[in-house]
């Protein structure tokens, strides 16, 4: 940033114009000897003679700040000349007309303030750049001693104040995505960077790497030495890191307390894991000492990844990133590199069955998972009307959700095994390309993956306004109001949603509120036997209202017999789901 100087509003005046050459034309931009300490450089961009002529002599009589004047006839001679404090221009010029004047001037003095001498007060180019610049206009020929010192003092304070605020803007920013004890990117710096990083990198056809640092033992060094050592240490690791990264072009975030996540693109994959090598060396190169004289020698075990396709957020990337961790702590040995590689094929395992790791190696990898699909109908006429569609695992006794699900909760790498689910139903509704075509996501995954990778999910043949995203109500056990932004995105993008499992267990009239969805689809458990049940009539009578009244579309999820259905017809009820009208189909992989 160029150096900013003090002007005072009320110092004397010393104005220094430039001696008119008589070689040259009068409108010819003059160099000009230093100007003395302190005061502004004006640049006075004009080619009609009587318009330079007032300007010069009212700048002789501006009681402050002390002025220096620059003269440029054209946009070109302007552009050339060297940077001045304060800008008056015409924007009619031999080279240039309008706005383009404007902006040019702009994209080369970015953060100058400007004047705009315009022909008239109804011109419309100069109040245009009046209304989006955020500049000060004069009129040409009407402007007279007051007007034009208060225009030149009013600009350069405004100019100060909007210098300020975006030094605090700036200095806000700062603070919300740097870590303040290493003053590296944290996790909500490293976010915008991360998919940044991916798309340049797929554009050009390059390999990206995120690798996780986890120090060894970290807890045992705070409880022995102190967390004053302890933050001591921490300091120095990202300096390390920092040194081997010199010159890749590779960045790192501290995440958590002994957490550091590298992201580096344009090597290839022995070079990637060769690089998280030499981190893991410096680490553990030598001791870190303190000023009590304390020696601390720490080990690092680093987990490598590639950042693919799905990798749209640190949270999705950590999951990645922390399974192979823990992986490697559990079959190998701490102070390691551990490079997990996506499988080229997911082939069953032995004879002898597979193990937990080998379950979920093939979970990440994103192999043995297709798609089956359930008719939701007319309850009248019975005609499908869309389908939902689901997930599942081609592995034996992990075919049903509630089977690889908890295995992915349990291994913390569930927002990519539901994305994978998602994949595969959506592959799968394109092929059949009719109807509607109800996917399902976790609420979790809403909030890890940003909603603009989401919608790319359903970019492809088809129009999109086709989809529907059920969100279990059973599993929003956070604030549902984390959920409205994204929600909101997706639905301006076309996207339906529903909210799924309502009227059993943790049912909440607060999703049903600020979620606003398009669907509600009545559990299964309400439904069941309901035309047997005068009771439970009574009460589903009551949630019907309730959905009415959010104006929300019904489905009765779990029909079964044609008693239920009819039933569902009586109550006002127009669509169903369930055996009654057919059972899950398997789409071919």
């Not at 590298?262 to 981190?279: K, W």
């Not at 992915?408 to 009719?434: G, H, M, N, P, W």
């Not at 959920?483 to 993008?493: D, E, G, K």
């Not at 439970?536 to 044609?562: N, P, Y």
């Amino acid at each position: 940033m160029p150096e900013q100087k003090d002007f005072s509003l009320n110092r004397p005046l010393k104005l220094d114009l430039l001696p008119v050459d008589n070689k040259q034309s009068l409108f010819t931009s003059k160099l000009m000897t230093e100007p003395a300490a302190g005061t502004i450089q004006l640049l006075l961009i004009e080619n009609d003679e009587p318009g330079i002529q007032l300007v010069l002599k009212l700048a002789k009589q501006v009681p402050s700040p002390l002025c220096s004047v620059r003269q440029a006839a054209s946009l070109a001679q302007a552009l050339s000349a060297a940077r001045p404090d304060l800008i008056l221009a015409s924007l009619e010029l031999p080279d240039s007309k309008g706005l383009a004047t404007l902006v040019a001037l702009r994209e080369k003095h970015r953060g100058l303030p400007i004047i705009v001498l315009a022909a008239s007060s109804d011109d419309e180019a100069a109040l245009q750049a009046v209304r989006e610049e955020q500049q000060d206009h004069l009129i040409k020929g009407q402007f007279d001693l007051p007007v034009f010192s208060r225009a030149i003092r009013y600009a350069l304070e405004r100019s100060r104040i909007l210098r300020e605020r975006d030094d605090a803007h700036e200095k806000v920013l700062q603070m919300a995505t740097s870590d303040p004890l290493t003053g590296l990117l944290n996790r909500q710096g490293l976010e915008t960077l991360l998919r940044q990083m991916v798309l340049s990198a797929q554009k050009i056809g390059q390999h990206a790497f995120a690798f996780l640092l986890n120090l060894d033992n970290f807890k045992a060094i705070n409880d022995t030495f102190g967390h004053a050592v302890g933050d001591l240490v921490l300091k120095e690791m990202g300096s390390r890191i920092q040194s081997v990264l010199l010159g890749s072009g590779g960045t790192v975030a501290r995440i958590s307390g002994d957490e550091f996540m590298v992201m580096v693109s344009g090597l290839s994959e022995e070079v990637a894991v060769l690089m998280a090598e030499r981190v893991r060396l410096a680490v553990s190169q030598s001791s870190v000492g303190s000023s009590e004289g304390q020696n601390v020698f720490v080990t690092a075990s680093i987990g490598l990844v590639e950042l693919l396709d799905e990798s749209s957020s640190v949270d999705h990337v950590l999951q990645r990133l922390r399974y192979t961790i823990s992986k490697s702590k559990k079959t190998t040995r701490k102070n390691s590199v551990t490079y997990h590689k996506v499988p080229l094929t997911g082939k069953q395992p032995d004879s002898q069955g597979p193990s937990l790791d080998q379950i979920i190696d093939v979970m990440v990898s994103g192999q043995g998972f297709y798609a089956v699909s359930q008719p939701l109908v007319d309850l009248e006429t019975k005609a499908e009307t869309g389908r939902e569609y689901f997930g599942r695992f081609s592995w034996e006794d992990y075919l049903l959700p509630e089977d690889f699900f908890r295995i992915a909760r349990e291994a913390k790498i569930l927002t990519i095994i539901d994305r994978f689910c998602l994949k595969v139903c959506v592959e799968a509704a394109q092929k059949r390309s009719k109807g509607q075509a109800h996917v399902n996501l976790y609420p979790s995954t809403l909030m890890d993956i940003s909603s603009e990778q989401l919608v790319r999910e359903f970019s492809g043949p088809g129009d999109i306004r086709r989809y529907c995203i059920e969100i279990s109500e059973q599993q929003v056990i956070c604030d549902p109001s984390h959920l409205v932004s994204t929600i909101r995105a997706l639905r301006n993008a076309g996207i339906c949603i529903a909210i799924d499992d309502v009227g059993f267990g943790r049912s909440c009239l607060e999703s049903l509120i600020l979620l606003e969805p398009d669907v509600v689809k009545i559990d299964k458990r309400w439904i069941r036997g309901i035309h047997q049940d005068p009771e439970r009539q009574r009460l589903l009578k009551r949630l019907v209202h309730i959905i009415e009244s959010c104006e929300a579309q019904a489905i009765a999820e779990g029909v079964e017999t044609e008693g239920e259905r009819q039933l569902l017809l009586d109550f006002g009820l127009r669509y169903g789901q369930g055996y009654l009208f057919g059972k899950p189909e398997r789409h071919p992989a």
